[in-house]
């Protein structure tokens, strides 16, 4: 690798996901890996060979690092009697990266629908369509269940389904003209 290698031996054996084919994997106790993002609730690290895989935040101890938790965009001064704010929906949503691209669901243009539905006896369901960059891509159901854990622990969200869609297909210009720029591709 041309711009240098800085391993980190994990310090226990944990599950990984290969990206982009969305395989699960164990890492050993001992292995190297090199971290190339940690965004939201996951980190992205880099074998010496330059294959990506994706630890979930609740195993960055393997790492070395402090374990990773998420809550649903809420700050901790949130005060759970507050009305429901859609925004709040939005801003979980926002805490899901892409582990290749270090740009959020939301940013990154994959968030085609979201939608709040009330349901029987004042419940409040949230329907998600989202994308994938490419059809072919294996973190799919991956970020759809980041996606819906996420979104289920905003405060007032009972219920959450999110669906895969591929129509109309994901373009570049999907991506929100800020996530563009930090990308250089405007």
């Known amino acids: 690798m041309s711009r240098g290698w800085n391993p980190i031996k994990l310090r226990r054996d944990c599950m990984a996901t290969t990206v982009p084919a969305g395989q699960v994997v164990l890492l050993s106790e001992g292995g190297e890996v090199e971290i190339a993002q940690q965004l939201g609730g996951s980190i992205t690290v880099r074998t010496e060979m330059g294959s990506l895989l994706r630890i979930n935040g609740s195993d960055a101890d393997a790492l070395g690092l402090d374990p990773i938790t998420t809550d649903g965009g809420a700050d901790t001064e949130h005060d759970e009697s ?16 892409d582990p290749e691209i270090p740009i959020n669901i939301v940013d990154l243009g994959l968030v085609y629908r979201c939608e709040e539905h009330p349901g029987p006896l004042g419940t409040r369901r949230i329907e998600i369509d989202m994308s994938m960059t490419a059809p072919g891509c294996g973190m799919g159901d991956v970020l759809r269940g980041d996606a819906a854990r996420t979104v289920l622990a905003v405060p007032g969200v009972d ?10 297909p994901w373009t570049i210009h ?3 003209e800020a996530a563009r720029l930090e990308l250089g591709l405007l």
């Open 159 to 168: 219920d959450v389904e999110v669906n895969l869609v591929w129509d109309p």
């Open 174 to 176: 999907r991506m929100s």
């Open 82 to 97: 507050a009305p429901f704010d859609m925004e709040r929906v939005l801003d979980a949503l926002r805490e899901v990266y």
